[in-house]
């Protein structure tokens, strides 16, 4: 995500740090490269401009904090634009009504269907009743890959196979609704493979009938400038109030984007990662600008540990850690709950300094030995796991055999595993003793969570 505009920023910023004062000259060498950066990475040549001139009055005109760079107090002013240009703040969903609609729409191939799942889901965790209708009467397996999405999530799917009237379906739909007591319905509509009139006017239609309190534009964000064409056409129908930006995990240069919010005057809502249905996040200005500066964002990091880890077992398993009790059987619960956040890229990627981790490190290798290691500990007896002393060279030859590797590699696995338990035991009379004398080991409490 943003992978070529992020790393030119980091080179700018590289230089901006060594900066001893702030000058017209050197500010304007940054700003021409931050500006080409921002052009490359397909942002609206306009706003790429009206976001230079507003950071060089900011540089210029503010007086340096004496315990702040120069260099570094530039680098803040080019954050805060950016936060402001992405919307300032999280713009969440409005719902109001009942039941309450929201209407999906966007262009052939944007990924509305898949979308309008996400959203399903999210609203779902929210305590409310989603209905997903299935409004695409055009594309042939729209109903299907929406019913199937439903089954998935646990949502009722409203189809209608063989009706080409959008309307006739709204209002059954609507019927529905109230007979299974939901009380927000995802509407998923046809797309074109560019804009057209009578697309339009069957979105403009169908709005009026359903009177949604959201009307989301879905965005591939990979169509750069692009998108913020088709978004201002779309506007000027149906009057949107926000837009879903998807696709984000490709090769998406982030230009729509950082245009939208300027060109089109309304807020990016959500933001798709993946292809899971769970690759799905409310788009934070902040965390945003954060990601592309090369500043992480361990606060999203945060809430997927807290959405996909136990932390009642994460607690249990740091108590065991702190007295030396630690098995193979909490190892594999450890290896088992890392899988659960997702591909170690992403994860790195979040945080500070990640995206050039990244490129020092093969985390596809990472991976693979995190499923080798897993293998070889599921090779085991339960009675192994929780006793290791009863690993004796037969049994480990048994367990290389059962898990398909090495006995060396079983070997790696138990040094590995007795060199962490020995740091946990390490650590824990550390903290007794530092307790003794009235302090705490910095991080120690972070153990296992």
Same mark, same amino acid.
């Given at each position: ?190 797309? *074109? @493979?560019?804009?057209? #009139?009578? $697309?339009?006017?069957? /979105?403009?239609?169908?709005?009026? %009938? &359903? ?128 899988? *659960? @956040?997702?591909?170690? #890229?992403? $994860?790195?990627?979040? /945080?500070?300094?990640?995206?050039? %981790? &990244? ?91």
């Amino acid at each position: 995500m943003f992978d070529s505009l992020s790393g030119k920023l980091q080179n700018v910023f590289r230089n901006l740090r060594g900066l001893g004062k702030i000058s017209d000259a050197n500010v304007a060498d940054a700003l021409r490269d931050v500006r080409l950066a921002l052009l490359e990475a397909d942002v609206h040549f306009k706003v790429a401009k009206d976001f230079i001139e507003k950071v060089k009055t900011q540089a210029l005109g503010q007086e340096v904090i004496q315990s702040v760079q120069p260099g570094q107090q530039i680098i803040k002013v080019i954050h805060d634009e950016l936060v402001n240009l992405l919307g300032g703040e999280n713009a969440g969903l409005q719902l109001s009504g009942n039941p309450a609609c929201i209407l999906m729409c966007g262009l052939h191939g944007s990924g509305k269907t898949t979308s309008s799942a996400k959203l399903a889901r999210l609203i779902l965790k929210q305590g409310r009743q989603p209905l997903l209708v299935a409004a695409d009467v055009y594309r042939p397996a729209a109903m299907d890959q929406l019913a199937v999405l439903g089954e998935k999530l646990g949502v009722p799917v409203f189809t209608k196979p063989g009706e080409t009237d959008v309307l006739v379906i709204a209002r059954e739909a609507l019927e529905v609704a109230r007979t299974k007591n939901c009380n927000t319905l995802v509407f998923d509509t046809a797309g *074109r @493979l560019q804009i057209d #009139e009578p $697309l339009l006017q069957e /979105l403009v239609r169908l709005r009026d %009938l &359903i009177r949604p309190c959201e009307i989301l534009l879905v965005l591939d964000a990979a169509t750069g400038q692009e998108a913020v064409h088709v978004a201002t056409h779309f506007d000027q129908a149906l009057g949107v109030t926000g837009a879903i930006l998807t696709k984000l995990d490709g090769d998406a240069r982030g230009g729509s984007a950082l245009s939208f919010r300027s060109v089109v005057g309304k807020p990016i809502k959500f933001m798709g990662t993946g292809e899971k249905l769970e690759d799905f996040e409310p788009f934070h200005p902040e965390r945003m600008a954060q990601r592309i500066l090369g500043m992480g964002d361990v606060v999203t990091l945060v809430e997927k540990a807290a959405e996909k880890i136990d932390m009642d077992e994460a607690a249990r398993l740091e108590e065991k850690m702190r007295k030396g009790q630690f098995t193979l059987q909490d190892f594999l619960d450890q290896l088992r709950a890392m899988k *659960r @956040l997702g591909p170690l #890229e992403d $994860l790195v990627s979040l /945080l500070p300094n990640g995206d050039q %981790l &990244i490129k020092g490190a093969d985390l596809k290798q990472g991976e693979r030995e995190f499923r080798r290691m897993e293998g070889i500990v599921c090779a085991m007896t339960p009675k192994e796991r929780n006793n290791p002393a009863l690993l004796n060279a037969k049994r480990r030859q048994r367990i290389a055999k059962g898990s398909g590797v090495s006995v060396t590699e079983v070997n790696n696995v138990l040094r590995r595993f007795d060199e962490m338990r020995d740091m946990m035991r390490k650590f824990s009379k550390m903290q007794k003793m530092f307790g003794k004398m009235g302090g705490k080991i910095p991080g120690m409490g972070m153990l296992g969570r």
